[in-house]
């Protein structure tokens, strides 16, 4: 007989001699290949691991918080410099005074924001703004781009 597949005769063995091979198996300290044992051994890993499941819970890991150094800051500092390519005296300005102050009241950690909050919390401050400083001028503007003509 010709086939166009390999085959092991597991599943002919299953079929014809399962008995016999799982005996010979036991015998021998063999585990055994049959396709309905190796199915049946799958199953019960995968019971295993559900039983398993229900006593994990999965915790999210905060990220490691490194202890306050004026070396470590100092640090820190000039590479955000270099980095950004920002002026030395960046680090003398009263706004980024009051932005390390805030941050070092954190206890767990800063979470800095995304590219798309920052833009929105940037076009809300810049509407304040404007808002404030129209009633200070008491002037009412119909669109925006009359304002600041």
């Excluded at 019971?47 to 470590?72: C, F, G, I």
């Excluded at 820190?76 to 003398?92: F, G, H, R, S, Y």
């Excluded at 404030?132 to 003509?149: E, G, I, P, Q, T």
Aim: with cysteine; net charge positive; charged share 30%.
């Amino acid at each position: 007989i010709i086939v166009n597949e390999t085959s092991t005769l597991r599943r002919h063995a299953e079929a014809r001699f399962a008995g016999k091979y799982r005996k010979w198996a036991k015998d021998n300290a063999f585990l055994s290949k049959l396709p309905g044992d190796i199915a049946a051994e799958k199953m019960k890993a995968a019971r295993a691991q559900e039983t398993l499941n229900t006593h994990m819970t999965e915790r999210k890991l905060s990220e490691h918080v490194v202890p306050y150094s004026d070396q470590l800051f100092r640090k820190a500092a000039i590479e955000w410099l270099i980095a950004t390519d920002q002026p030395i005296q960046a680090l003398k300005h009263p706004r980024f005074k009051e932005m390390v102050d805030v941050a070092s009241r954190a206890t767990q950690g800063v979470k800095i924001p995304g590219r798309k909050a920052t833009r929105a919390e940037i076009m809300h401050m810049f509407k304040s703004h404007l808002t404030k400083l129209r009633k200070k001028l008491n002037v009412r503007c119909h669109s925006l781009h009359y304002c600041l003509l």
